[in-house]
Each structure stands twice: as structure tokens, then as C-alpha cells.
């Protein structure tokens, strides 16, 4: 069994998105069932991610980073947010009241504790602000732990 940690960006474009889903099945497709997903929920990447690990037959884990980070991701993606946090077998809250920079980068780095290899839907660029997808991959990276990018041909951030 392989465990895979997600990082990647919010926020994508609806053709982005079609692109970095079919990346992604196309990639977690080789492991399936066999597999098991590791995610803050995030919109964007992280619930991509999430669905396309329980479509495939996957177990799902999620860290939320802190109290109130559902309140912290856009309303359109609450319904998503709390179905996919449903179907998790396991759900692992930090001691953060609010979300910020702090909890997802830590959040980001339990993730990192209990993975075998970073999936980063990245565009290579340095994290908007401390926490982001460039600052998990270089923790990936410290660590010596093996990086995939998924950045499809095509891919554009807002």
C-alpha cells in the first residue's frame, strides 16, 4: 500500500481543473486500491485529489488545520468539503483556532509525517504566501522524500 500526500493549488480555473483531474487519475490509476490519500480538503488540488482517490477505491485522510478552516475555504465548496471529510476513515484536527499560514504549513507537514511520495499540483512558481505548495515541496525535499509535480500542458492559475 502507498500513501500519497497532496499539496497544490486553490483556486483553478474550470479548465485547469478538467486538465489536473485527469492528470491526477491518470497517475493515482497505477496504484488503485492499493492506496491511500492524504489531504486538507483545500479547494482546488486538494479535493480534486480527494475525490479522484475515493472514485478509484482508495482510503482517504484528512488533516484539517485548524477549528475553523471549513469557514476559511470559499462557501461553493462547503457541500464538497464536508462530503469528502465524511467519507475520510481518518480525520486528524490541529490545536490552530483559526486557519492561517502557521496551520497549513504545519498541516502540511503531518501530511508529510505519515506519506510516502508528495503529489504537488504545482506551477513551479514560490508559494503566494508561507504555507503554500512551493513551501511543502521544499519541506518534501528536506526530508529527502520523492516529489511528483502535476502541472498538465495547458494549466493556469488565477
Do not use: K, N
Given at each position: 500500500?502507498?500513501?500519497?500526500?497532496?499539496?497544490?493549488?486553490?483556486?483553478?480555473?474550470?479548465?485547469?481543473?478538467?486538465?489536473?483531474?485527469?492528470?491526477?487519475?491518470?497517475?493515482?490509476?497505477?496504484?488503485?486500491?492499493?492506496?491511500?490519500?492524504?489531504?486538507?480538503?483545500?479547494?482546488?488540488?486538494?479535493?480534486?485529489?480527494?475525490?479522484?482517490?475515493?472514485?478509484?477505491?482508495?482510503?482517504?485522510?484528512?488533516?484539517?488545520?485548524?477549528?475553523?478552516?471549513?469557514?476559511?475555504?470559499?462557501?461553493e465548496v462547503h457541500a464538497l468539503y464536508d462530503e469528502l471529510l465524511s467519507r475520510a476513515v481518518t480525520v486528524r484536527?490541529?490545536?490552530?483556532?483559526?486557519?492561517?499560514?502557521?496551520?497549513?504549513?504545519?498541516?502540511?507537514?503531518?501530511?508529510?509525517?505519515?506519506?510516502?511520495?508528495?503529489?504537488?499540483?504545482?506551477?513551479?512558481?514560490?508559494?503566494?504566501?508561507?504555507?503554500?505548495?512551493?513551501?511543502?515541496?521544499?519541506?518534501?525535499?528536506?526530508?529527502?522524500?520523492?516529489?511528483?509535480?502535476?502541472?498538465?500542458?495547458?494549466?493556469?492559475?488565477?
Amino acid at each position: 500500500m502507498i500513501r500519497i500526500a497532496v499539496s497544490g493549488h486553490r483556486g483553478l480555473p474550470s479548465g485547469t481543473v478538467s486538465l489536473v483531474d485527469e492528470a491526477l487519475r491518470e497517475t493515482l490509476a497505477g496504484h488503485s486500491p492499493e492506496l491511500v490519500g492524504l489531504s486538507c480538503l483545500a479547494d482546488g488540488a486538494d479535493q480534486i485529489f480527494a475525490r479522484a482517490v475515493l472514485d478509484l477505491g482508495g482510503g482517504l485522510e484528512v488533516v484539517v488545520p485548524a477549528e475553523r478552516y471549513r469557514e476559511s475555504l470559499p462557501g461553493e465548496v462547503h457541500a464538497l468539503y464536508d462530503e469528502l471529510l465524511s467519507r475520510a476513515v481518518t480525520v486528524r484536527r490541529l490545536d490552530f483556532a483559526e486557519a492561517t499560514s502557521e496551520s497549513h504549513m504545519v498541516a502540511g507537514a503531518r501530511m508529510l509525517d505519515r506519506a510516502d511520495v508528495l503529489l504537488a499540483v504545482w506551477d513551479g512558481l514560490p508559494a503566494r504566501g508561507y504555507g503554500g505548495t512551493a513551501d511543502v515541496v521544499a519541506e518534501a525535499r528536506r526530508r529527502g522524500m520523492p516529489v511528483q509535480v502535476i502541472w498538465p500542458e495547458g494549466a493556469r492559475r488565477d
